[in-house]
Nanobody, 124 residues
Framework: QAQLVESGGGLVQAGDSLRLSCAAP????????MAWFRQAPGKEREFVAA????????YNDETVKGRFTISSDNRKSTVYLQMDSLQPEDTAVYYC?????????????????WGQGTQVTVSS
């Protein structure tokens, strides 16, 4: 079973940037769609961004479009989430996920494997 390990979270101020990383077992990013979700306290887990296997296509939620960028390095089997112009409403635990190609990118049910999450806190 694939294991995903997120890193890069932290406490930053509004307007700052962070880059999250998700390390996956070898070849995971070549065979699976990868995504980032986030969950704020008291809220449901929500879609942030996804990248198709091999990195041929990317998808972003409207709330982060123009500020967050998802990318992957297939040689390292690692997925990144570059987050710029962070705002307090971006505060959440960010999760990396891997799922079969062909399923809707925005749905949590499309992904079978999840990381433990990394906390991102943005102060105003």
């Amino acid at each position: 079973q694939a294991q995903l390990v997120e890193s890069g979270g932290g406490l930053v101020q509004a307007g700052d940037s962070l880059r999250l990383s998700c390390a996956a077992p070898p070849r995971t990013t070549m065979w699976y769609n990868m995504a980032w979700f986030r969950q704020a306290p008291g809220k449901e887990r929500e879609f942030v961004a996804a990248i198709s296997r091999i990195g041929s296509r990317t998808y972003n939620d409207e709330t982060v479009k123009g500020r967050f960028t998802i990318s992957s390095d297939n040689r390292k089997s690692t997925v990144y989430l570059q987050m710029d112009s962070l705002q307090p409403e971006d505060t959440a635990v960010y999760y990396c996920a891997a799922g079969e190609a062909g399923n809707p990118a925005r749905l949590t049910t499309s992904y079978k494997t999840w990381g433990q999450g990394t906390q991102v806190t943005v102060s105003s």
